[in-house]
């Protein structure tokens, strides 16, 4: 599976962006697939944000960004989405969407399989 996140840019603190993430080529379909939203500043570790099961029912949020942020996904356009909203500068970050086969928790945080992220910058 090859995974392709988009949608990136340039934002005020406080404004919103939408993220993208679509399995990019000739690919396996991502229905049956848990899938997450990770993040990584320069100079720190990769963060994980946000996930969604592979029934689009379950989700799961880091702290920080519970109220602000909402995960889904469209089966049909074999797609996940990241919605933020009242974004901060210290989120400056790309971010990456992850996904994975095995049966696990939404809460289980360990994924297999990434695609190239996109750059979020939030600066006035």
């Known amino acids: 599976v090859q995974l392709q996140a988009s949608g990136g840019g340039l934002v005020q603190p406080g404004g919103s962006l939408r993220l993208s993430c679509a399995a990019s080529?000739?690919?396996?379909?991502?229905?049956?697939?848990?899938m997450a939203w990770f993040r990584q500043a320069p100079g720190k570790e990769r963060e994980f944000v946000a996930a969604?099961?592979?029934?689009?029912?379950?989700?799961f949020y880091t702290d920080s960004v519970k109220g602000r942020f909402t995960v889904s996904r469209d089966g049909a356009k074999n797609s996940m989405y990241l919605q933020m909203s009242s974004l901060k500068p210290e989120e400056t970050a790309v971010y990456s969407c992850?996904?994975?086969?095995?049966?696990?928790?939404?809460?289980?945080?360990?994924?297999?399989?990434w695609g190239q992220g996109t750059q979020v910058t939030v600066s006035s």
């Open positions: 992850a996904a994975r086969l095995t049966a696990r928790q939404v809460t289980d945080t360990r994924y297999d399989i």
């Open positions: 080529g000739r690919t396996r379909s991502l229905y049956d697939m848990d």
């Open positions: 969604v099961d592979w029934s689009g029912v379950r989700k």
